[in-house]
């Protein structure tokens, strides 16, 4: 409003300027003309800076917005590609579904996996890093399931290549050796099959495994040796566990998942083992 004032008064001014004095103080006078001139130039001279501006101003605002883009795309991938070899090369969780360790560890308990001292697998080309951590009897280790290697076990080195192992009466013999397992649950009596077996020797380069919840366990008594190099990693510690019964975590029925996870968020709190959350292997 302040300028469009300007322009009005400046023209008001020169009209009573007919007379040739009047007219030659017109001319002689730039006081007069040029706020006139400057009042008319300044809009149309700002609009067409505005107008010059605008193109190039969102042409800046659309290069920012696709490098903060690029950048976020960039980093994004860089976290996956960590938290994937951290996956394949150095460690992994997982739940335990069925009681066949129960007694060491039960069902629904979470577990962190290390990989990394095993001879993790290279992906695609299935070349294996150098194994750091040779196995001992007594270990609980991750395996590929020798009948299907898609499947994953968890079990207890109870013999190695070239022992000669033997059960009677439910107590593990190890090259004629009674050994001590505080950690085996026997709830059949001791004239189960199951509590007595063998004797056999485990072949070189071979694992004889078993669960710890001994009347209870798939295990290399139904299904025979574990090859070493299905040793994939060994349990570190429990990081969660949650008491549901082994029917819900291994339903793969999609709306039965749903219902379940559901109850999980219910019972977060109540059905928590919060006794065993850090729990060392």
């Not at 659309?62 to 150095?90: D, E, K, P, Y």
């Not at 460690?91 to 629904?108: D, F, Q, Y």
């Not at 040779?134 to 070239?162: C, M």
């Not at 819900?248 to 109540?270: G, K, M, Q, T, V």
């Amino acid at each position: 409003m302040h300028s469009l004032g300007l322009c009005d008064r400046a023209t008001a001014s020169a009209n009573p300027a007919t007379t040739s004095h009047g007219m030659a103080a017109a001319i002689a006078s730039p006081a007069i003309t040029s706020p006139a001139d400057s009042s008319h130039v300044c809009p149309s001279s700002s609009s067409a800076v505005v107008a010059a501006k605008s193109p190039a101003h969102s042409e800046s605002r659309t290069r920012r917005i696709l490098g903060s883009l690029r950048l976020s795309t960039r980093r994004l991938i860089v976290l996956a590609a960590i938290v994937l070899g951290m996956r394949i090369f150095v460690g992994e969780a997982s739940v335990v579904p069925t009681a066949s360790m129960e007694g060491t560890i039960l069902v629904g308990d979470h577990l962190f996996m290390d990989k990394l001292l095993y001879g993790p697998e290279i992906p695609l080309v299935h070349w294996r890093l150098p194994v750091l951590k040779s196995i001992h009897r007594g270990d609980i280790i991750v395996f590929r399931y020798p009948k299907d290697v898609t499947e994953t076990f968890l079990k207890r080195v109870t013999a190695l290549g070239g022992d000669r192992l033997e059960i009677k009466n439910g107590v593990l013999y190890v090259n004629s050796q009674p050994v001590v397992e505080p950690y085996a649950v026997h709830h059949a009596p001791v004239h189960s099959p199951l509590e007595s077996w063998g004797p056999t020797v485990v072949p070189e380069g071979k694992l004889f495994v078993m669960g710890d919840n001994r009347d209870n366990s798939s295990d290399s008594r139904d299904w025979g040796f574990v090859p070493m190099s299905n040793v994939i990693g060994e349990p570190l510690f429990v990081y969660w566990s949650y008491d549901a019964p082994t029917a819900r975590w291994l339903d793969e029925n999609p709306s039965h998942r749903i219902s379940f996870y559901a109850s999980i968020a219910e019972n977060f709190f109540s059905n928590t083992r919060w006794n065993r959350t850090g729990m060392l292997l």
